[in-house]
């Protein structure tokens, strides 16, 4: 497992956070469809998301807000979106964000090439 | 389940993502206690967190920068640090954020008062 890898800020963050109800009808097709989707678009820098309960978090990077838009836009995630509202979230948000600055840690290897 | 209700934008995000090892050690104990020291912090707006397998997402909200650096910075969180990197996390990635826009949705409650 890999947290998404980002180039040195200043770049974009969509924070969206939801809350699911228990309808899964068509829910994690669309889901797998916006996802192939997300990786070609231009200005797309990486995710991570992650669900725990009905609860979850999909965190996208981005490097300018013009390419946030069109992601917003795509009629694929429009359609998503809509479906969204009227199945399967109770409640989201969505915050969008400048990364101002960037910090971590990666444990070394312990395996020998 | 509630998503973290945060004031008219600007405030600051961080955004931590973290990859676990399989070592529990003393780490939901630590947890406890961090999110209990969060909720008390000056600035603090709220969080929303959550971990899928071994890939964990949490996003706490502050009404300025000084107050997330004071939370970098408590004894607590220093000591919390020090153990993730030598044993809870295999890696993680602490991402400053200037949240600059927010919008939303949330189901009609199909409850009459």
């Known amino acids: 497992m890999q947290i998404a890898s980002t180039p040195e800020p200043p770049y974009y963050a969509a924070v969206f956070t939801s809350v699911r109800t228990d309808i899964d009808e068509g829910y994690y097709d669309m889901n797998n469809a916006l996802f192939a989707e997300l990786s070609k678009m231009q200005g797309y820098l990486g995710h991570d998301s992650a669900r ?4 979850g978090i999909t965190v996208s990077y981005w490097s300018d807000l013009e390419s ?6 795509l009629p694929l995630h429009q ?4 479906l969204g509202r009227e199945k399967w979230y109770e409640s989201y948000k969505v915050r969008i964000c400048k990364v101002e600055r960037e910090y971590g840690f990666e444990a070394q290897s312990t395996f020998e090439p």
């Open 52 to 55: 725990e309960n009905s609860l």
């Open 68 to 73: 946030l838009k069109n992601w917003r836009n």
């Open 79 to 82: 359609n998503a979106q809509h």
